[in-house]
């Protein structure tokens, strides 16, 4: 069944840029039917949404990041990438990839998790 | 884009019933049947229980349930079960720009 795997530093030092991979295994990004999503969340804390990508390259992102941030895919490697400039302590957290269902246009539930990988901003 | 409210807890005992409530706007929860519920249990992942309202996604026992009046949504857990304790976050779709936006979170305790 779909697999998603987060790959990526588990440490950056601020003021640089969190970069991070998730992997599709067992379907393809390339599905008209889904978007697919980064999400975060701070120790302790809830989940924050931080932007959707199409497979054609469309992106929707959280208002409150979007200046620090770019989504990215790759589909002849069924990957699709975060970026976000500028960290801080406050970014700090556990950052999830997902698949989002999609209905034409609109963005609907994340179905399928990654395991979710722990990024820590200290220097 | 501000974050759906949730209460912080919410508790029942055994073959009790809880409901947790996900308050939003016109412009997210009320204005669209895109509102679904995730559980998550310590240092795991989320995992969806509840889709468009009211919909569950197979293997989500039938003890689940989703409801939606204005801007206010609904998840109620009949017959708990020691394994519902975990948190419960709700998201909805938030219109215009193509948004989704989660709540806060409650953490559901199984007395």
């Known amino acids: 069944q779909l697999q998603l795997q987060e790959s990526g530093p588990g440490l950056v030092k601020p003021s640089e840029t969190l970069s991070l991979t998730c992997t599709v295994s067992g379907g393809s990004i390339s599905s008209s039917s889904y978007y697919w999503g980064w999400i975060r969340q701070p120790p302790g804390k809830g989940l924050e949404w931080i932007g959707s990508i199409y497979y054609s390259g469309s992106t929707y992102y959280n208002p409150s990041l979007k200046s620090r941030v770019t989504i990215s895919v790759d589909t002849s490697k069924n990957q699709f990438s975060l970026k976000l400039s500028s960290v801080t302590a406050a970014d700090t957290a556990v950052y999830y990839c997902?698949?989002?269902?999609?209905?034409?246009?609109?963005?609907?539930?994340?179905?399928?998790w990654g395991q979710g990988t722990m990024v820590t901003v200290s220097s | 884009q501000s974050a759906l409210t949730q209460p912080p807890s919410a508790s029942g005992s055994p073959g009790q019933s809880v409901t947790i409530s996900c308050t939003g706007t016109s412009s997210d929860v009320g204005g669209y049947n895109y509102v679904s519920w995730y559980q998550q249990h310590p240092g795991k992942a989320p995992k969806l229980m509840i889709y468009e309202v009211s919909k569950r996604p197979s293997g989500v026992p039938d003890r689940f349930s989703g409801s939606k009046s204005g801007n206010t949504a609904s998840l109620t857990v009949s017959g708990l079960q020691a394994e519902d304790e975990a948190d419960y976050y709700c998201s909805s779709y938030a219109g215009s720009n193509n948004l989704s936006v989660f709540g806060t979170g409650t953490k559901v305790t199984v007395l």
């Open positions: 997902a698949r989002q269902t999609r209905d034409g246009y609109n963005m609907h539930a994340f179905d399928i």
